[in-house]
């Protein structure tokens, strides 16, 4: 079965404490969901229409499993800590 991979691509982050309340929150929520954070960095290398800008991707064992960490009561509670304090870009794919 081919893995699931999670890509978060931030456009904005307006307050740095809910993004923080949220990261407190999210890690351990998608690590018990059976995530594996491969990158997690405050900057981006941008090529073409890319913002430098922090950037996430973990990896799930399916695209099942990374769409069940998303609706997760835990990760869903990380969501609403979050609220307003970014804007971003979630996408879950499935592996090659």
């Known amino acids: 079965m081919p893995k699931g991979y999670w890509i978060s691509a ?12 949220y990261a407190a929150l999210a890690g351990p929520a998608l690590e018990a969901a059976g995530g594996r954070f491969l990158a997690r960095a405050p900057q981006a290398i941008p090529h073409e229409a890319g913002k430098d800008a922090r950037t996430v991707l973990i990896e799930f064992d399916s695209v099942e499993a990374a769409a069940a960490a998303y609706e997760s009561p835990g990760y869903q509670q990380a969501l609403a800590a979050l609220g307003d304090g970014a804007v971003r870009d979630v996408r879950i794919v499935e592996g090659v």
């Not at 931030?10 to 923080?20: N, T, V």
């Open 10 to 21: 931030y456009h904005s982050i307006s307050d740095p404490e809910k993004l923080a309340a």
